[in-house]
């Protein structure tokens, strides 16, 4: 179990300048641990710019802090080191495929732990126990273990690089410095090691800053999904129950209709058969009648027939005919020209013109002032971005231009080259916002957040990033270093209107009415933040306080 304890801390024991195990450890202000001759190395290097600091924290010291040997850390590695010097053959580790294998090893090979850059070699654990005991190679670099170790040597004089020459940018020996690189810029491969370490530490730095705001950014539009679909649900939800009630109502229309065409129905039939009746009747009392009068014709008695002849001559006497109806479809025709004319008119509320109108309604852009300020947005300058000849007021929503240069801190979304300031919030969904404009060449736009920071492809609408509406005594619409001119006097206030997801972007000048400007109908694909670029000392742009 106590084997296994320090096995668990062996990677704190662990010299993170040289890589290797920790030799006559000392322990600086900071709290980390290093070799002495590592970290004594490494303050000789940084003494020639008076700065001393750590290199996994970056702490700084005014003066050299003094070095004493950790006793605590030094028992902990010879405890370390003794148990690797114990270990049973079972317990190490034969190399596999891909393995750096250990070159002293005969027979089956061991895994490499350690390769060695003075050496070139690489060594398993019991091999590797020299290098922390002979005061020889105690001062060998060690590294973790690789097959690529014949990239340290000089094809030309298999000689090991250990110098970089800045001239020609590669690797070479000392032979190599005294040749063909005689006279050239060359500093030890440590030295711009540490130089190129920076470059690395700040581009890690740049990275995760874009990281966090690209992360800003999904959540956002994250955000603005869930609320358009939320949007979308309630709409669809509202939609589907108004037809639901439309239905209902045609079908009770319908069942109406239907009751009203069987009672009507009824009410003909009843009188029909009615009238049926009567007719029935009067057939069987005709037909009576033609009975009598066929038996008085045929009699044979001449005194009998004369005297029936009164009472049955009167059976001749037609009574009233009844009327009889020579249209039998009544009036159920009617019913149905109205039934049609309620199917042409939802045909007409219905139709694709009305499908096309609410696709316009969805996409309907405020025409007004008040309307537009239901999508205000509240906006600030991104210090961060500010140009260094520009000064950030009133709360980072003002940008004027100086003759004395600002001592920002470096940041790499900072714009060095024009004078130019980025909003702090992304734009997303249907925004909008007013600039005040106290100057006499200025640029209202909108851009990518990774738009360049330097050269021409800086400049708002100078690139594919950007979209910028130039003032410059006449307006000019800016994209992609197309440019369009604009009619129409200037304004000092300008207000933006953007829908992200349609696409839509509005430049208006703000009065009592809004008058547009110029608008752009496309396709952003990331999101937005608003850009100024200011001309002029003393000239300023400035967010306007929406309410």
Request: charged content about 30%; overall charge neutral.
């Amino acid at each position: 179990m106590a084997q296994q304890g320090i096995q668990m801390d062996q990677k704190k024991l662990y010299c993170s300048i040289c890589l290797d195990l920790l030799k006559d450890p000392v322990t600086i202000p900071c709290g980390h641990s290093y070799c002495m001759d590592c970290i004594g190395s490494h303050w000789d290097e940084e003494n020639q710019r008076y700065i001393y600091s750590c290199p996994q924290c970056r702490q700084m010291f005014r003066l050299r802090p003094d070095l004493k040997k950790s006793t605590v850390l030094a028992d902990l590695v010879e405890e370390v080191k003794k148990t690797r010097l114990e270990s049973s053959p079972d317990d190490l580790c034969y190399a596999g495929p891909g393995d750096v294998s250990c070159d002293f090893c005969t027979g089956r090979k061991l895994k490499a732990v350690k390769s060695c850059l003075q050496c070139l070699v690489s060594y398993c654990d019991q091999h590797l126990q020299p290098h922390y005991h002979v005061a020889a190679l105690k001062n060998h670099k060690l590294v973790d273990p690789s097959k690529k170790l014949q990239e340290n040597i000089c094809s030309a004089h298999n000689e090991v690089m250990k110098i970089f020459c800045r001239t020609d940018q590669q690797c070479i020996c000392y032979l190599c410095s005294l040749d063909k690189h005689r006279g050239h810029d060359t500093v030890s491969a440590a030295a711009e090691r540490n130089d190129k370490q920076r470059v690395v530490g700040l581009n890690q730095e740049k990275i995760q800053q874009r990281i966090q705001d690209r992360e800003k950014d999904v959540r956002m539009l994250q955000q603005e999904v869930k609320v358009i679909n939320q949007s979308a649900d309630k709409a669809g939800a509202n939609s589907e129950e108004t037809f639901k009630d439309l239905i209902c109502l045609i079908e009770k229309r319908n069942s109406d209709v239907k009751q009203q065409i069987r009672s009507k129905q009824t009410d003909e039939v009843r009188k029909v058969r009615d009238l049926e009746e009567k007719l029935k009747q009067e057939l069987v009392e005709l037909r009576r009648r033609s009975s009598e009068l066929e038996q008085l014709s045929q009699t044979e008695d001449h005194i009998r027939f004369l005297h029936n002849y009164p009472q049955i001559s009167n059976l001749c006497d037609s009574k009233e005919s009844l009327s009889i109806r020579t249209d039998p479809k009544v009036n159920f025709e009617v019913v149905e020209t109205a039934v049609s004319k309620v199917k042409e008119k939802l045909q007409d509320v219905l139709s694709v013109e009305w499908i096309l109108k609410l696709q316009e309604n969805l996409q309907v852009e405020p025409k007004t002032r008040a309307e537009f300020l239901q999508y205000s947005r509240h906006l600030t300058l991104d210090p961060n971005t500010t140009n260094p000849q520009l000064l950030l007021s009133e709360g980072n929503k003002k940008a004027t231009v100086t003759r004395q240069i600002q001592s920002y801190v470096h940041h790499p979304d900072r714009f060095m080259e024009k004078q130019q300031v980025l909003s702090r919030e992304s734009l997303t969904g249907r925004c909008y916002w007013e600039v005040d404009q106290i100057t006499i060449i200025a640029s209202v736009a909108v851009t990518y957040k990774d738009i360049s920071r330097t050269g021409r492809e800086s400049v708002f609408g100078y690139n594919d990033r950007s979209w910028a509406l130039e003032d410059s005594l006449n307006y000019t619409f800016i994209h992609n270093s197309i440019k369009t001119p604009i009619s129409g006097p200037p304004s000092s206030r300008i207000g933006v209107y953007l829908d992200h997801s349609a696409g839509i972007l509005s430049f208006y000048r703000v009065s009592d009415t809004m008058t547009l400007i110029h608008r752009v109908q496309t396709t952003f694909t990331q999101p937005l933040y608003a850009g100024f670029r200011i001309l002029g000392f003393d000239h300023c742009v400035e967010l306007c306080e929406l309410k």
